[in-house]
C-alpha cells in the first residue's frame, strides 16, 4: 500500500482549506435568513459524507440511507423532549446526540450482520433490500402515535451546550451557523483520516473487487460491516443536528424521498471524495431553490436530467470531475505502457 505522493497530497490540502475558509467566511456576506438556510445544508452536507464514505469508497450504494437520518433526528427528538420512557429528565443535548449516533449505529450493525453474513447481499441487491427498508420504516414511523404518526414531533428544542443547570441555547442563525459548521469539519477531518489511512485504500480495495480483497485474506464482510455502522452513526448525527434546527421531524425524514435525494447530492457532487459530496449537498440544495424559481413544479424534471446527464457524461460528478482535474498526479487518466510497448499497462502507477 504506496503512500499519497506529496504534491497531490498539497494539493488537496490546500483545497480543504480554501473550500473551509469560504465556508466560515460566507456568514459576513449573507443575511440572517441565508446564513440559517446554510446552517440547515451543512447537516444535509454531513449526511452526505455517510452515503459517500461507503458508496464512494466501498461501493455499497444505499436507497435507504435516510432511515440512519431519521433515527438520529427522531431519537434526539424524543430524548430532547423527555418523551422516552424511564428517561424522561434526560432531556441533555448531549444525551440526545449520543442517542443519535448510536441508535442508528445499533441498527446498522444489526441489519449489516443479515445483509452481508447472512445473504451476502451486495450491488443492486443491496440497494432494493435498503429501499425496502426505508419504505417500511416510513410506514411504521407514519402508524406509530408515540412517535407522532403522520404528524410528526414538534417543538424540539435548540441545541443546549450548557450544564450542570445552565442553559445555553443556540438558536441564532449566526452562532447555530458555526457550531454546524464546526460540526462538519470535525467530522470531515475525523473521515478523511480514515479514507486516507491504510484502512480508507481496504475500503477501496473491497470495492473495487471484494473478491480479490478476500483472496488476499481479508474478512470482506467485516469491513463492509464496519463501515457501515460508521456511516449510519454519521448519518444520525446530520439528523440530529438537523431536527435541532429545524425544529419538526416527521416520516419523511426517514423514508425513501429523502434517500433519493442524498444519492442525488452525492452523485452530482462526487461521491469518490468527501469533500465534493459534502459540496454536492450544498449545491444542489442551493440549486433547487432556483429551479423552483424558475420551472415551478417542473423543477424535479430539471433536477432529473442533470442527474441523468452527469451519471452518463461526469460519472465522476460535476464538482468531482473539477476537484479530479485539480489533485490529479501528472500523467493521470491514461494508462502508462509497458516498457516492452505492448500496450499492457505498467504495474506501480497511479490510476484513476
Known amino acids: 500500500m504506496s503512500a499519497v505522493p506529496q504534491p497531490l497530497r498539497d494539493r488537496r490540502i490546500q483545497i480543504d482549506v480554501l473550500v473551509w475558509g ?38 455499497l450504494m444505499s436507497f435507504g440511507h435516510a432511515v440512519f437520518f431519521g433515527l438520529g433526528a427522531y431519537a434526539m427528538s424524543l430524548s430532547t423532549l423527555g418523551m422516552l420512557p424511564g428517561l424522561e429528565n434526560w432531556t441533555s443535548s448531549y444525551f440526545g446526540l449520543l442517542l443519535a449516533l448510536a441508535l442508528p449505529a445499533a441498527f446498522a450493525n444489526l441489519l ?19 429501499l425496502a427498508v426505508a419504505v417500511v420504516a416510513e410506514r411504521l414511523m407514519a402508524r406509530w402515535p408515540y412517535a407522532g404518526g403522520m404528524n410528526g414531533l414538534m417543538s424540539v428544542p435548540p441545541v443546549n451546550l450548557g ?9 441564532d442563525p449566526l452562532p447555530l451557523y458555526y457550531l454546524t459548521a464546526v460540526a462538519a469539519l470535525v467530522v470531515y477531518v475525523l473521515l478523511e ?9 481496504l475500503l477501496r480495495a473491497v470495492g473495487s473487487d471484494e473478491a480479490r480483497t478476500g483472496f488476499l485474506g481479508y474478512d470482506t464482510r467485516a469491513v463492509k460491516l464496519r463501515v ?4 449510519a452513526a454519521v448519518a444520525g448525527f446530520a439528523g440530529a ?21 442524498v444519492l442525488i447530492w452525492v452523485a452530482l457532487g462526487g461521491r469518490s471524495a468527501l469533500l465534493t459530496a ?23 424534471l430539471g433536477l432529473g436530467l442533470l442527474f441523468v446527464l452527469c451519471v452518463i457524461f461526469l460519472p465522476r460528478g460535476l464538482l468531482g470531475e473539477v476537484y479530479w ?28
Do not use: N
Open 163 to 171: 450544564s450542570f443547570g445552565f442553559t445555553v441555547e443556540i438558536f
Open 228 to 231: 457501515f455502522t460508521l456511516s
Open 22 to 59: 469560504v465556508l466560515l467566511a460566507l456568514p459576513f456576506f449573507l443575511g440572517e435568513w441565508e446564513v440559517s438556510q446554510l446552517a440547515l445544508y451543512l447537516t444535509y452536507g454531513i449526511f452526505a459524507m455517510s452515503l459517500a464514505l461507503i458508496w464512494g469508497q466501498c461501493g
Open 193 to 201: 483520516r480514515l479514507v486516507r489511512s491504510e484502512q480508507g485504500v
Open 325 to 352: 482535474r485539480v489533485t490529479k498526479p501528472r500523467g493521470a487518466g491514461r494508462a502508462p505502457r509497458s516498457p516492452d510497448g505492448s500496450g499492457a499497462p505498467a504495474a506501480g502507477r497511479w490510476q484513476d
Open 112 to 130: 449489516g450482520r443479515f445483509l452481508f453474513f447472512g445473504r451476502g447481499l451486495q450491488g443492486a441487491q443491496l440497494a432494493i433490500v435498503m
Open 278 to 300: 459534502f459540496l454536492g449537498a450544498i449545491v444542489v440544495r442551493l440549486a433547487e431553490d432556483r429551479l423552483a424559481d424558475l420551472l415551478g413544479a417542473g423543477w424535479l
Open 241 to 261: 443536528l438537523f431536527v435541532t434546527q429545524f425544529g419538526f421531524v416527521s416520516p419523511p425524514l426517514i423514508g425513501f424521498g429523502l434517500s433519493t435525494e
